[in-house]
Protein backbone atom coordinates (compact mmCIF):
# COMPACT_ATOMS: atom_id res chain seq x y z
CA UNK A 1 0.00 0.00 0.00
CA UNK A 2 1.38 3.21 -1.18
CA UNK A 3 -0.17 6.67 -0.25
CA UNK A 4 0.78 9.63 -2.40
CA UNK A 5 0.02 13.39 -1.21
CA UNK A 6 0.31 16.07 -3.11
CA UNK A 7 -0.40 20.10 -3.11
CA UNK A 8 1.88 21.81 -0.65
CA UNK A 9 3.71 24.80 -1.18
CA UNK A 10 4.72 28.47 0.18
CA UNK A 11 1.24 30.96 0.85
CA UNK A 12 1.04 33.80 2.49
CA UNK A 13 -0.97 34.66 5.19
CA UNK A 14 -4.89 34.51 4.72
CA UNK A 15 -4.10 32.49 1.86
CA UNK A 16 -5.56 28.95 0.56
CA UNK A 17 -3.87 25.55 -0.25
CA UNK A 18 -5.01 22.56 -1.00
CA UNK A 19 -3.85 19.30 -0.45
CA UNK A 20 -4.56 15.69 -1.72
CA UNK A 21 -3.93 12.27 -1.21
CA UNK A 22 -3.99 8.80 -2.76
CA UNK A 23 -3.79 5.35 -1.50
CA UNK A 24 -3.04 2.49 -3.79
CA UNK A 25 -2.02 -1.07 -3.80
CA UNK A 26 -3.83 -3.60 -2.16
CA UNK A 27 -6.64 -2.58 -0.42
CA UNK A 28 -10.25 -4.14 0.42
CA UNK A 29 -10.71 -1.62 3.02
CA UNK A 30 -9.71 1.31 4.38
CA UNK A 31 -11.07 2.97 7.88
CA UNK A 32 -9.65 6.07 9.03
CA UNK A 33 -7.83 8.87 6.73
CA UNK A 34 -6.40 12.00 8.10
CA UNK A 35 -3.62 14.38 7.91
CA UNK A 36 -1.09 15.02 10.70
CA UNK A 37 0.99 17.47 10.49
CA UNK A 38 4.69 18.48 12.22
CA UNK A 39 6.36 21.90 12.34
CA UNK A 40 10.40 21.98 13.06
CA UNK A 41 10.88 20.78 17.00
CA UNK A 42 8.22 20.04 17.20
CA UNK A 43 5.79 16.55 17.49
CA UNK A 44 3.87 15.26 14.84
CA UNK A 45 -0.20 16.10 15.26
CA UNK A 46 -3.66 14.87 14.29
CA UNK A 47 -4.93 17.70 12.26
CA UNK A 48 -8.04 15.89 10.73
CA UNK A 49 -9.61 13.00 10.24
CA UNK A 50 -12.50 11.49 8.49
CA UNK A 51 -14.07 7.85 8.69
CA UNK A 52 -15.33 6.37 5.73
CA UNK A 53 -19.16 6.52 6.89
CA UNK A 54 -18.05 10.43 6.92
CA UNK A 55 -17.33 11.47 10.30
CA UNK A 56 -14.61 14.17 10.68
CA UNK A 57 -12.45 15.39 13.72
CA UNK A 58 -10.63 18.29 13.63
CA UNK A 59 -7.51 19.91 16.10
CA UNK A 60 -8.79 22.70 17.61
CA UNK A 61 -6.93 25.10 15.91
CA UNK A 62 -7.44 24.41 12.59
CA UNK A 63 -11.53 24.26 13.30
CA UNK A 64 -13.55 26.37 10.65
CA UNK A 65 -9.86 26.68 8.71
CA UNK A 66 -9.83 23.56 7.50
CA UNK A 67 -11.94 21.35 5.75
CA UNK A 68 -11.19 17.28 5.13
CA UNK A 69 -13.01 15.35 2.63
CA UNK A 70 -13.09 11.98 1.62
CA UNK A 71 -13.51 9.77 -1.94
CA UNK A 72 -14.08 6.24 -1.07
CA UNK A 73 -14.42 5.00 -4.24
CA UNK A 74 -11.33 6.90 -5.46
CA UNK A 75 -9.69 6.08 -1.81
CA UNK A 76 -8.42 9.89 -1.37
CA UNK A 77 -8.49 12.35 0.61
CA UNK A 78 -8.21 16.06 0.69
CA UNK A 79 -7.37 18.72 3.38
CA UNK A 80 -8.70 22.14 1.98
CA UNK A 81 -7.08 25.06 4.23
CA UNK A 82 -8.20 28.34 4.36
CA UNK A 83 -6.97 31.51 6.50
CA UNK A 84 -3.86 30.04 6.48
CA UNK A 85 -1.71 31.53 8.96
CA UNK A 86 2.45 31.41 10.09
CA UNK A 87 1.62 28.46 12.50
CA UNK A 88 0.69 26.37 9.96
CA UNK A 89 3.54 25.87 8.64
CA UNK A 90 4.75 22.51 8.56
CA UNK A 91 5.02 18.81 6.75
CA UNK A 92 1.60 18.01 6.59
CA UNK A 93 1.54 13.91 6.36
CA UNK A 94 -1.47 11.94 5.40
CA UNK A 95 -2.45 8.66 6.87
CA UNK A 96 -4.95 6.06 6.58
CA UNK A 97 -5.74 2.86 8.34
CA UNK A 98 -5.89 0.02 5.65
CA UNK A 99 -7.14 -3.58 5.72
CA UNK A 100 -5.07 -4.87 2.79
CA UNK A 101 -6.66 -8.05 2.46
CA UNK A 102 -9.90 -10.00 3.68
CA UNK A 103 -8.03 -12.06 5.88
CA UNK A 104 -5.81 -9.05 7.32
CA UNK A 105 -5.76 -6.96 10.23
CA UNK A 106 -6.29 -2.82 9.62
CA UNK A 107 -2.56 -1.87 9.45
CA UNK A 108 -1.88 2.43 9.42
CA UNK A 109 0.12 3.62 6.00
CA UNK A 110 1.69 7.03 5.99
CA UNK A 111 2.64 8.89 3.13
CA UNK A 112 5.78 10.37 2.02
CA UNK A 113 4.99 14.39 3.50
CA UNK A 114 4.46 17.74 1.43
CA UNK A 115 5.71 20.93 3.03
CA UNK A 116 3.23 24.05 3.69
CA UNK A 117 4.61 27.24 4.62
CA UNK A 118 2.83 30.32 4.93
CA UNK A 119 4.65 33.41 4.80
CA UNK A 120 4.67 36.84 3.64
Known amino acids: VQLQACGGGLVQPGGSLRLSCAASGNIFSINVMGWYRQAPGKQRELVAG???????NYADSVKGRFTISRDNAKNTVCLQMNSLIPDDTAVYYC???????????????WGQGTQVTVSS
Open 95 to 109: NAEVRPGFWSGYRTY
Open 50 to 56: VTGGGTT
